[in-house]
């Protein structure tokens, strides 16, 4: 089973209530069994809301407390989406999932990009860099998308 971001498959969590349904993730997990999440609604932010981005680093820096998540209004919002994170990676400890199809360039589902302030840096979002650290093997939904028809689902 994999897990995948929401708004990957259609789902209209985005912080602006748009989707970023892509037509290649969804014919590459075609026949294999997946569980779309989404760590910001998970976290109880509301949909739509504003844009969130990092300060001081990205995923990984906050797991080492050198970081954090705001707000485009400088709002701090770290802990709920760490907490919400980490209930999300144990669940998909919980129920086997070894690999997850996440979105580029998003403050939790980044994989190799993300927002720092208002400019996309390399690093991982926060969900991404939990689920890494937790042995969960992470693919940015461009990278799945090539190799998807290829790799055995696991
Ligand atoms: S990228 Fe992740 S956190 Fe952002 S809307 Fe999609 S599933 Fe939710």
């Not at 892509?22 to 069994?33: E, F, I, P, Q, S």
Request: proline share 4%; aromatic share 6%; net charge positive.
């Amino acid at each position: 089973m994999l897990l995948v971001s929401a708004c990957l498959v259609g789902f209209r969590c985005r912080y602006n209530r748009s989707s970023k349904e892509n037509r290649g993730v969804l014919d590459a997990l075609d026949g294999k069994t997946w569980i779309a999440v989404c760590p910001e609604q998970r976290a109880g932010l509301p949909t739509p809301r504003d844009p969130i981005m990092f300060a001081g680093g990205t995923g990984q820096d906050v797991l080492k407390g050198r970081a954090k998540i705001v707000c485009k209004d400088g709002a701090d919002v770290t802990a709920p989406l760490w907490k919400a994170s980490l209930a999300l990676c144990r669940q998909a400890k919980g129920l086997g999932i070894v690999r997850a199809v996440l979105k580029e360039k998003s403050p939790s589902c980044g994989v190799c990009r993300t927002y720092l302030g208002d400019r996309v840096v390399k690093g991982m979002g926060l969900f991404a860099a939990l689920l890494a650290e937790e042995g969960i093997e992470v693919v940015g939904d461009e990278t799945f998308v090539m190799i998807g028809h290829e790799k055995d689902d696991v």
